[in-house]
């Protein structure tokens, strides 16, 4: 597998954006990648696992922050980045480091179940209810 040394791209958390934005453009499309299938802006989107993890060790890697991309991948939503890989967006990317990254990824990922989720938000928003009223009934008394 090929290294680099971390931040060696010319592409970096302060130039990515208008450099994506103008490459989606030239292109005349972007892609939304996402975790598990469903729609972005109306349009079916199908789950891209290695895809996302490429990406996001393509970002790591270069110190763009991850945060809001984490952010999507917990709502269930996808995100949207200027190509399927970062190797076909950045020569200095290479596809062998997409795969490795992708397949480790895929390894390690653990999907939230919608279901799941909704339940325990349930249960946080009933303890937290619940919680509420037994302050008040001691408030009172």
């Known amino acids: 597998m090929e290294t680099r040394s971390k931040g060696s791209s ?10 994506a934005k103008a490459f989606a453009a ?8 996402a975790l598990a299938d469903g729609f972005h802006a109306g349009v079916p989107v199908k789950e891209r696992i290695p895809q996302w993890g490429a ?16 952010a ?18 950045d020569s ?3 596809v062998q480091s997409d795969h490795d990254a992708g397949q480790s990824f895929r390894r390690n990922h653990r999907p939230v179940r919608r279901d799941m989720a909704d339940a325990a938000t349930r249960i946080a928003t009933v303890a937290a209810a619940k919680s509420r009223m037994f302050d008040q009934k001691g408030a009172a008394a």
């Open 10 to 19: 010319r592409i970096n958390a302060t130039n990515y954006g208008e450099i």
């Open 26 to 33: 030239a292109k005349g499309t972007a892609v939304a990648l």
């Open 55 to 70: 990406w996001r060790a393509y970002f790591r890697e270069r110190d763009i922050p991850v945060t809001f991309m984490d």
């Open 72 to 89: 999507m991948a917990t709502a269930g939503k996808a995100f949207t980045v200027p190509t399927e890989w970062p190797h076909e967006f």
């Open 92 to 94: 200095e990317a290479t």
